[in-house]
Protein backbone atom coordinates (compact mmCIF):
# COMPACT_ATOMS: atom_id res chain seq x y z
CA UNK A 1 0.00 0.00 0.00
CA UNK A 2 3.11 2.28 0.92
CA UNK A 3 4.03 1.93 -2.44
CA UNK A 4 0.58 3.08 -4.08
CA UNK A 5 0.78 5.94 -1.64
CA UNK A 6 3.92 7.11 -3.06
CA UNK A 7 2.89 6.78 -7.08
CA UNK A 8 -0.18 8.46 -6.44
CA UNK A 9 1.65 11.48 -4.60
CA UNK A 10 4.63 11.72 -6.97
CA UNK A 11 1.68 11.72 -10.00
CA UNK A 12 -0.39 14.57 -8.19
CA UNK A 13 2.49 16.42 -7.44
CA UNK A 14 3.80 16.11 -11.23
CA UNK A 15 0.29 17.11 -12.73
CA UNK A 16 -0.04 20.26 -9.87
CA UNK A 17 3.51 21.39 -10.83
CA UNK A 18 2.90 20.99 -14.46
CA UNK A 19 -0.95 21.34 -15.06
CA UNK A 20 -0.70 24.88 -13.17
CA UNK A 21 1.78 25.85 -15.51
CA UNK A 22 0.08 25.57 -19.47
CA UNK A 23 -1.19 29.29 -19.26
CA UNK A 24 0.82 32.63 -19.41
CA UNK A 25 0.23 34.47 -15.87
CA UNK A 26 -1.31 37.36 -15.91
CA UNK A 27 0.17 40.41 -17.87
CA UNK A 28 -0.98 43.66 -17.05
CA UNK A 29 -0.05 45.53 -20.28
CA UNK A 30 -1.96 43.05 -22.45
CA UNK A 31 -5.19 43.79 -20.29
CA UNK A 32 -4.72 47.73 -20.47
CA UNK A 33 -4.15 47.07 -24.19
CA UNK A 34 -6.83 45.14 -24.84
CA UNK A 35 -9.40 47.01 -22.78
CA UNK A 36 -7.94 50.48 -24.77
CA UNK A 37 -8.49 48.71 -28.22
CA UNK A 38 -12.09 48.12 -27.40
CA UNK A 39 -12.99 51.63 -26.28
CA UNK A 40 -11.47 52.38 -29.43
CA UNK A 41 -12.74 49.84 -31.86
CA UNK A 42 -16.55 50.23 -30.69
CA UNK A 43 -15.97 53.85 -31.15
CA UNK A 44 -15.30 53.41 -34.51
CA UNK A 45 -18.49 50.86 -35.05
CA UNK A 46 -20.29 53.91 -34.29
CA UNK A 47 -18.46 55.96 -36.59
CA UNK A 48 -19.06 53.76 -39.52
CA UNK A 49 -22.46 55.70 -40.21
CA UNK A 50 -19.99 58.02 -41.55
CA UNK A 51 -17.98 58.17 -44.86
CA UNK A 52 -15.29 55.57 -44.50
CA UNK A 53 -12.88 58.85 -46.19
CA UNK A 54 -13.39 60.83 -43.32
CA UNK A 55 -11.74 58.39 -40.66
CA UNK A 56 -9.64 56.77 -43.14
CA UNK A 57 -6.08 57.85 -41.45
CA UNK A 58 -7.50 57.19 -38.01
CA UNK A 59 -8.53 53.51 -38.99
CA UNK A 60 -4.58 52.68 -40.31
CA UNK A 61 -3.28 53.71 -37.15
CA UNK A 62 -6.40 51.37 -35.26
CA UNK A 63 -5.32 48.92 -37.57
CA UNK A 64 -1.70 49.51 -36.90
CA UNK A 65 -1.87 49.33 -32.86
CA UNK A 66 -4.49 45.96 -33.16
CA UNK A 67 -1.98 44.58 -35.50
CA UNK A 68 1.06 45.32 -32.46
CA UNK A 69 -1.18 43.54 -29.84
CA UNK A 70 -1.75 40.65 -31.60
CA UNK A 71 2.03 40.05 -31.98
CA UNK A 72 2.60 41.52 -28.26
CA UNK A 73 0.23 38.42 -27.47
CA UNK A 74 1.80 35.45 -29.98
CA UNK A 75 5.21 36.72 -28.28
CA UNK A 76 3.96 35.78 -24.94
CA UNK A 77 4.58 31.95 -24.01
CA UNK A 78 1.77 29.77 -23.55
CA UNK A 79 -0.79 32.13 -24.50
CA UNK A 80 -2.21 30.29 -27.77
CA UNK A 81 -5.74 31.53 -26.42
CA UNK A 82 -5.38 34.96 -26.42
CA UNK A 83 -3.24 34.82 -29.42
CA UNK A 84 -6.06 33.13 -31.34
CA UNK A 85 -8.57 35.55 -31.11
CA UNK A 86 -6.77 38.26 -31.70
CA UNK A 87 -6.26 36.11 -34.70
CA UNK A 88 -9.57 36.16 -35.18
CA UNK A 89 -10.44 39.96 -34.18
CA UNK A 90 -7.54 41.30 -36.88
CA UNK A 91 -9.12 38.62 -39.53
CA UNK A 92 -10.18 40.44 -42.65
CA UNK A 93 -12.45 37.79 -43.95
CA UNK A 94 -14.39 36.88 -40.69
CA UNK A 95 -16.84 38.56 -38.70
CA UNK A 96 -14.48 40.25 -36.87
CA UNK A 97 -13.21 43.98 -36.32
CA UNK A 98 -10.93 43.89 -39.72
CA UNK A 99 -13.56 42.60 -41.52
CA UNK A 100 -16.21 45.09 -40.18
CA UNK A 101 -13.36 47.51 -40.96
CA UNK A 102 -13.21 46.15 -44.57
CA UNK A 103 -16.83 46.06 -45.58
CA UNK A 104 -16.73 49.96 -43.90
CA UNK A 105 -14.12 50.97 -46.72
CA UNK A 106 -15.63 49.00 -49.77
CA UNK A 107 -19.09 50.34 -48.89
CA UNK A 108 -18.80 53.74 -47.57
CA UNK A 109 -20.75 53.97 -45.21
CA UNK A 110 -22.99 51.49 -42.79
CA UNK A 111 -26.27 51.83 -41.19
CA UNK A 112 -26.50 52.23 -38.13
CA UNK A 113 -28.03 49.45 -37.41
CA UNK A 114 -25.98 47.55 -38.83
CA UNK A 115 -23.00 48.69 -36.91
CA UNK A 116 -24.87 48.20 -33.81
CA UNK A 117 -25.59 44.43 -34.59
CA UNK A 118 -21.70 44.06 -35.89
CA UNK A 119 -20.62 46.15 -32.46
CA UNK A 120 -21.95 42.77 -30.16
CA UNK A 121 -19.62 40.48 -32.02
CA UNK A 122 -16.74 42.60 -31.66
CA UNK A 123 -17.41 43.33 -27.88
CA UNK A 124 -17.65 39.34 -27.62
CA UNK A 125 -14.30 39.05 -29.29
CA UNK A 126 -12.56 41.42 -26.78
CA UNK A 127 -14.59 40.57 -24.00
CA UNK A 128 -13.53 37.12 -24.46
CA UNK A 129 -9.55 38.00 -24.52
CA UNK A 130 -10.21 40.49 -21.15
CA UNK A 131 -11.91 37.79 -19.32
CA UNK A 132 -8.94 35.53 -20.64
CA UNK A 133 -6.59 37.54 -18.87
CA UNK A 134 -8.55 38.91 -15.57
CA UNK A 135 -9.31 35.01 -15.00
CA UNK A 136 -5.23 34.73 -15.34
CA UNK A 137 -5.23 36.94 -11.71
CA UNK A 138 -7.90 34.34 -10.25
CA UNK A 139 -6.33 31.08 -11.02
CA UNK A 140 -2.54 32.11 -9.60
CA UNK A 141 -1.20 31.86 -13.33
Sequence with gaps: ????????????????????????????HAYEQTT?????????????????SDHEKEIEQFKLRMLKAREYARGIPKNLEAAEQWAILTNPEGRSMFGFLGFWEKNKQVSEMFAEEYK??????????????????????
Design 120 to 141: KEIEKHFNAIIELEAGKISSGS
Design 36 to 52: SLKVEALSLVAKASEPY
Design 1 to 28: MKWETRVITIAFAFLFYFGCNYIAPYNQ
